[in-house]
């Protein structure tokens, strides 16, 4: 006989619907100042992640790994990001197999413009609601899940 699911309880059910609906309406709400600039809210992750590395670039694997997307989904979004020109392409000098994203100076550029209002509005709709405790606690609660998250299911 299966084990029977081990159901939320009341407190439980209430903070992860919470989560869930914070996530998508935050993502909603950063998404319509990005869009001013022709970005989605994924494209911005790219962009900034990339943008924090020294030459602006990751291999794909690396990239997927931080941003916690499936290769397949990532490709996909890289290769229309590099239609777009906000991005490119190369091979890996070290491992035929393995591809750069680099941040091209057109995507700098986006990035550049559309960093300053991402940032107001993250600081509108998420943190000036938060006391300074409740960052702490929250990124010590997100850094206990991601660890979790990134561990090999058994």
Same mark, same amino acid.
């Given at each position: 006989m299966a084990n029977s699911p081990q159901w939320l309880s009341a407190d439980q059910l209430r903070a992860w619907r919470g989560l869930s609906l914070m996530h998508l309406q935050l993502q909603a709400r950063l998404g319509r100042h990005l869009a001013d600039f022709g970005l989605s809210y994924q494209d911005y992750l790219v962009l900034a992640t990339l943008s924090d590395q020294v030459d602006g670039r990751r291999r794909v694997v690396e990239l997927s790994d931080e941003l916690g997307w499936e290769k397949s989904r990532l490709s996909h979004h890289i290769t229309r990001m590099c239609e777009r020109g906000l991005v490119a392409k190369a091979p890996c000098p070290s491992d035929q197999r393995g591809i750069y994203v680099m941040l091209t100076s057109e995507g700098r550029d986006i990035l550049r413009r559309a960093a300053p209002g991402h940032a107001d509005d993250v600081q509108r709709y998420f943190f000036r609601r938060l006391s300074d405790q409740q960052v702490l606690t &929250?990124?010590?609660?997100?850094d206990e899940?991601?660890?979790? &998250?990134?561990?090999?299911?058994?």
């Open positions: &929250l990124a010590s609660i997100t899940v991601l660890a979790g &998250l990134s561990e090999r299911p058994d």
